[in-house]
């Protein structure tokens, strides 16, 4: 056991990165990164643009071999990843999408019940391209949490998608991780989505993460919250977009409120 910095006490991680270094040609990336992540908690991940967000993410889905780098990653279960397209394969029906790979007698009921639980249920048959974007994400969705990963990967999953159909996303997303309690590390570019879904939310910054926030804001979370106004503008102060203007540093110190 140990205790977090905001002061909750923590079991052993579901995610340990140490020392995690990538470049591509002589740019340095990720600069001796450290990043721990409990079992069940909801980090978020912001950055500016080119900061190495998605850079990470491949390195934690293992999609990175071909990049120089050194370091530790220890993701002791199963890893699960979607992307800001669904990348359905068009040539197989949706249910079949979501259970390709998963063996057993169970897996086809395993694949009704989590196309359900996005609320797909009657789609099963369909093909994805009969289906709208959101859709194609509910099933992206259903299609990583059949596996039941100890760590979900999002890389800007909802990017696409138009504001309203966002936010019922936020809702369904956040209550598929409180029942199938993954880890999980959501990158994004939307300060308020990372307020309204994380536990936790880090911004990287010269190649390691540079801000630590925890959001204690009350749930159902809301943007009018002062306490919800204030994490934004401390963030963007982070990110040097506006509010607080980003102090001087030393490169592995963190803010902590
Ligand atoms: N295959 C590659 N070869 C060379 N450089 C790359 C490659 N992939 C990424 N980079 C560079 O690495 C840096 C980090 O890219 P990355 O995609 O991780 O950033 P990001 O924070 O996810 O950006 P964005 O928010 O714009 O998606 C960028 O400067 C990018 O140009």
Not at 63 to 78: F, H, K, M, R, S
Not at 132 to 139: H, L, T, Y
Not at 236 to 253: D, F, K, N, S
């Amino acid at each position: 056991m140990a205790t977090h910095p905001g002061g909750l006490t923590t079991v052993a991680p579901a995610v340990r990165i140490a020392e995690l270094t990538r470049s591509y040609d002589d740019r340095t990336i990720l600069d001796s990164l450290d990043l721990e992540i409990r079992a069940g908690e909801f980090v978020a991940l912001l950055g500016q643009s080119g900061s190495g967000k998605s850079t990470l993410l491949r390195a934690l889905a293992g999609l990175d071999g071909e990049v120089a780098g050194t370091g530790l990653i220890d993701v002791p279960g199963a890893v699960s990843v979607v992307f800001q397209d669904s990348r359905l394969l068009p040539w197989l029906r949706v249910h079949d999408n979501v259970i390709l790979g998963l063996t057993g007698p169970g897996a086809a009921e395993q694949g009704r019940e989590s196309l359900a639980e996005v609320g797909l249920a009657g789609r099963e048959r369909a093909w994805p391209n009969q289906l709208s974007g959101g859709e194609q994400q509910r099933v992206a969705l259903a299609r990583s949490l059949v596996r039941e990963p100890e760590l979900l990967l999002a890389d800007e999953p909802f990017g696409a998608l138009d504001a309203l159909t966002r936010i019922r996303m936020h809702a369904l997303l956040r209550s598929l991780c409180d029942r199938h309690r993954p880890a999980v590390l959501l990158v994004t570019h939307d300060v308020d989505e990372a307020i309204v879904l994380a536990d936790r939310v880090l911004v990287l910054d010269g190649g390691r993460i540079a801000a630590e926030q925890l959001i204690d804001v009350d749930t159902p979370r809301n943007s009018a919250d002062p306490r919800f106004a204030e994490i934004r503008a401390h963030l963007l102060g982070a990110l040097g977009v506006t509010g607080e203007p980003r102090e001087p540093r030393e490169p592995r110190e963190r803010s902590r409120d």
